[in-house]
């Protein structure tokens, strides 16, 4: 139909003569390309057609809807980025900020393609209209060379105060990326958004501002205390908690590793003496920091005495960190748990096991175990709460997908917790320790039955849930269950078999639970099960859709369900490796050697182990720095009490041997110990 009304390849036989309609059916055309990737060239030989109509707003709907395809390639933006720079140098301003934010927006994905439009947006940058200004110079920023920094700084500072806080939060964005594409120009782009953090603005921009600060005191080390002393400034003036509140928490962290860390202190006191009751206690906070990681005992004794003076405050939250951190001053055990710990509870995981131990009346008999949570980095969570950069989202085309986004860990956990607490059988089986974190699949995808498997650890008890899928729309099977079978001696008992008793094309997937006592609860049982699919099938009527009263026994053979020491009992926990493997080392140990003959390089031996074991790796070394020699360090925690554990693994690398491994492992419990080596060993 599109082809038909569009008039051939060259858009000239068109029966439409409405410019709005050959708008709307070029988004048609758009929208079917996206739709089935397989007409894509017709689609495009249809749409460079229109690229030549005399329509103006024809000619950008057939450019934009180009470069917005996905997979196009730089030759086939030639022609539509040809029609958008034509349209820079218009009189309309219309097109000219039409062309700009399309420019914009497909920088981002092809920066050299829109690079030979540079000269055209140059010119556009003392443009009367601020907009057009506003993305010509964010699409430079984007497209521009290092030696074009310096004078596009000069211009953006001279139009900063004509914009709103919208297109400055644009600015600034496209500033903080710049920032780490070439760092040696940090000294002029501080200037710049110093210069910027001490105009009036709104919340966002400040928020903008103060971002692209902490950006650079992260990535670039040269800037950090030149930065610090302008986010010092800043706070001495700012009428939002919110931002004072995030500068005085990175002033914690940051200034004591500063060469001259009494000099922040001075502000950070202020804010004791001058702020709010929220900013007040954010100071003390960080001023306890300062006293905890110095070097100087004289400047520990000074932060002291600042903190002693902050117990008569009138508010609570005061009174109580100043408090909690003059005792944490005279114990070094509490200081390292609550002032230098790195790590903080995953809140995910956190909130799931709160909802169930609330949602379960018997527990409430036992205080809440937090020792079962995994814990994340700080900068795991910082990354899991980060807003997307504006600069990354500006001028793209909103679109609704198709698809939902995937469920995260902590919502597939709390929806398999709902379900088994839907089941009336397994109600007496307390709380879930750990499912699986993946499906495992036991069939090929495209065959006529399908069956995935997770596993639930309990206490007591083991639950494999298998999800059966019938993709046979004319058949509907009867009694479906799952037999399994243990290859050896598991140390597990059969319960019971919770079957489906009907399961059709319509119904599917549902699920088969299949239920184990562990016969020894306080060992971790490892073991692999021959699982066969059992069922009657029948046939249906298609006059009366109901199944015929005669059908046959019939069974599908399923892949292998194995029960491993990573999958199932260990889960990924942050730790300071450091500090806590010095802590185990009065507790389980294990040394072993390994011989990983069948690895071609160190990575593969890092990338193995981190799958086996699933558990945390530390500081970067699941990337080897070097061919020959490297260190792994991974943390996790063992489900059902089995506590904290740690594993330094030492490796060498020669042709010829493959990988030698030497695997340390300390850990809380002996149980928790023996099962990390059984799960290299096996």
């Given at each position: 139909m599109i082809q038909q009304l569009g008039g051939g390849k060259s858009g000239a036989g068109t029966t439409l003569k409405n410019s709005m309609a050959l708008c709307m059916l070029i988004r048609y055309a758009a929208k079917v390309t996206e739709e089935?990737?397989?007409?894509?060239?017709?689609?495009?030989?249809?749409?460079?057609?229109?690229?030549?109509?005399?329509?103006?707003?024809?000619?950008?709907?057939?450019?934009?809807?180009?470069?917005?395809?996905?997979?196009?390639?730089?030759?086939?933006?030639?022609?539509?980025?040809?029609?958008?720079?034509?349209?820079?140098?218009?009189?309309?301003?219309?097109?000219?900020?039409?062309?700009?934010?399309?420019?914009?927006?497909?920088?981002?994905?092809?920066?050299?393609?829109?690079?030979?439009?540079?000269?055209?947006?140059?010119?556009?940058?003392?443009?009367?209209?601020?907009?057009?200004?506003?993305?010509?110079?964010?699409?430079?920023?984007?497209?521009?060379?290092?030696?074009?920094?310096?004078?596009?700084?000069?211009?953006?500072?001279?139009?900063?105060?004509?914009?709103?806080?919208?297109?400055?939060?644009?600015?600034?964005?496209?500033i903080r990326s710049l920032c780490l594409k070439f760092p040696s120009k940090h000294v002029s782009m501080l200037a710049f958004l110093s210069g910027v953090l001490r105009?009036?603005?709104?919340?966002?921009?400040?928020?903008?501002?103060?971002?692209?600060?902490?950006?650079?005191?992260?990535?670039?080390?040269?800037?950090?205390?030149?930065?610090?002393?302008?986010?010092?400034?800043?706070?001495?003036?700012?009428?939002?908690?919110?931002?004072?509140?995030?500068?005085?928490?990175?002033?914690?962290?940051?200034?004591?590793k500063a060469p001259q860390p009494t000099?922040?202190?001075?502000?950070?006191?202020?804010?004791?003496?001058?702020?709010?009751?929220?900013?007040?206690?954010?100071?003390?906070?960080?001023?306890?920091?300062?006293?905890?990681?110095?070097?100087?005992?004289?400047?520990?004794?000074?932060?002291?005495?600042?903190?002693?003076?902050?117990?008569?405050?009138?508010?609570?939250?005061?009174?109580?960190?100043?408090?909690?951190?003059?005792?944490?001053?005279?114990?070094?055990?509490?200081?390292?748990?609550?002032?230098?710990?790195?790590?903080?509870?995953?809140?995910?995981?956190?909130?799931?096991?709160?909802?169930?131990?609330?949602?379960?009346?018997?527990?409430?008999?036992?205080?809440?175990?937090s020792s079962a949570i995994p814990k994340v980095s700080r900068a795991q969570l910082a990354a899991e709460a980060s807003r997307p950069s504006t600069l990354d989202t500006i001028a793209v085309p909103t679109r609704i997908s198709a698809t939902p986004p995937p469920p995260t860990a902590a919502e597939t956990q709390s929806t398999y917790a709902q379900q088994l607490?839907?089941?009336?059988?397994?109600?007496?089986?307390?709380?879930?320790?750990?499912?699986?974190?993946?499906?495992?699949?036991?069939?090929?995808?495209?065959?006529?039955?399908?069956?995935?498997?997770?596993?639930?650890i309990f206490q007591e008890h083991i639950v494999f849930q298998f999800n059966v899928s019938n993709t046979l729309p004319d058949t509907v099977l009867e009694q479906a269950s799952v037999i399994m079978q243990p290859q050896t001696e598991s140390g597990l008992t059969e319960d019971f078999i919770l079957a489906i008793p009907t399961l059709t094309a319509l119904s599917s997937p549902s699920i088969v639970y299949v239920s184990f006592t562990r016969d020894s609860p306080e060992e971790y049982v490892t073991?692999?099960?021959?699982?066969?699919?059992?069922?009657?099938?029948?046939?249906?009527?298609?006059?009366?859709?109901?199944?015929?009263?005669?059908?046959?026994?019939?069974?599908?053979?399923?892949?292998?369900?194995e029960l491993t020491a990573g999958g199932d009992y260990i889960i990924p926990s942050y730790s300071s490796f450091s500090s806590e493997w010095d802590r185990l080392r009065s507790g389980a140990t294990a040394t072993e050697t390994f011989s990983l003959a069948a690895m071609e390089n160190i990575k593969a031996a890092c990338d193995s182990i981190i799958e086996i074991l699933n558990m945390e790796p530390l500081g970067g070394t699941e990337t080897p720095s070097s061919p020959s020699v490297h260190t792994l360090q991974l943390s996790g925690l063992v489900t059902g009490g089995g506590g904290k554990v740690l594993v330094r693994c030492r490796m060498t690398f020669s042709k010829g041997q493959g990988v030698t491994l030497e695997l340390g492992v300390r850990a809380e419990q002996e149980s928790a110990c023996a099962l990390v080596v059984s799960a290299i060993s096996g």
């Open positions: 089935d990737p397989n007409v894509q060239k017709q689609m495009l030989e249809l749409l460079e057609g229109w690229l030549r109509h005399k329509s103006d707003m024809v000619n950008f709907e057939a450019a934009r809807a180009i470069c917005e395809m996905k997979h196009v390639t730089p030759a086939q933006l030639t022609k539509p980025i040809a029609v958008l720079q034509l349209f820079l140098s218009s009189p309309k301003p219309v097109l000219k900020f039409a062309a700009t934010r399309t420019l914009a927006a497909l920088a981002l994905t092809h920066p050299s393609s829109v690079a030979a439009c540079n000269v055209d947006l140059e010119n556009l940058i003392a443009d009367t209209n601020r907009s057009v200004a506003t993305y010509a110079i964010t699409t430079l920023l984007k497209t521009g060379n290092e030696a074009s920094v310096d004078r596009l700084m000069k211009q953006i500072t001279g139009f900063m105060s004509e914009i709103s806080d919208e297109f400055k939060v644009i600015v600034v964005d496209a105009d009036e603005g709104g919340y966002e921009y400040k928020r903008a501002v103060v971002e692209a600060i902490f950006d650079m005191i992260k990535f670039i080390a040269d800037s950090k205390e030149q930065a610090l002393s302008h986010l010092c400034e800043f706070i001495e003036d700012c009428e939002f908690t919110k931002l004072s509140v995030r500068v005085l928490h990175l002033l914690g962290v940051e200034g004591p000099k922040y202190i001075r502000y950070i006191y202020n804010r004791v003496v001058l702020e709010n009751a929220t900013v007040r206690a954010a100071a003390v906070s960080s001023l306890a920091k300062f006293g905890v990681n110095a070097i100087d005992a004289g400047l520990r004794s000074s932060v002291g005495v600042l903190l002693s003076r902050c117990l008569d405050d009138v508010d609570d939250e005061v009174r109580d960190r100043a408090a909690m951190y003059v005792r944490v001053f005279k114990e070094k055990q509490l200081a390292n748990t609550y002032v230098k710990e790195e790590s903080v509870f995953s809140l995910a995981a956190l909130e799931s096991k709160l909802v169930a131990y609330v949602n379960d009346p018997a527990a409430a008999a036992q205080p809440f175990d607490a839907e089941v009336a059988e397994l109600a007496d089986y307390g709380p879930v320790l750990n499912s699986s974190a993946k499906l495992a699949q036991l069939t090929e995808t495209e065959t006529e039955y399908q069956v995935t498997c997770v596993k639930h073991a692999s099960f021959q699982c066969v699919l059992k069922f009657i099938s029948k046939e249906l009527d298609p006059s009366t859709g109901e199944p015929e009263e005669e059908g046959y026994e019939d069974e599908y053979q399923l892949e292998e369900v």
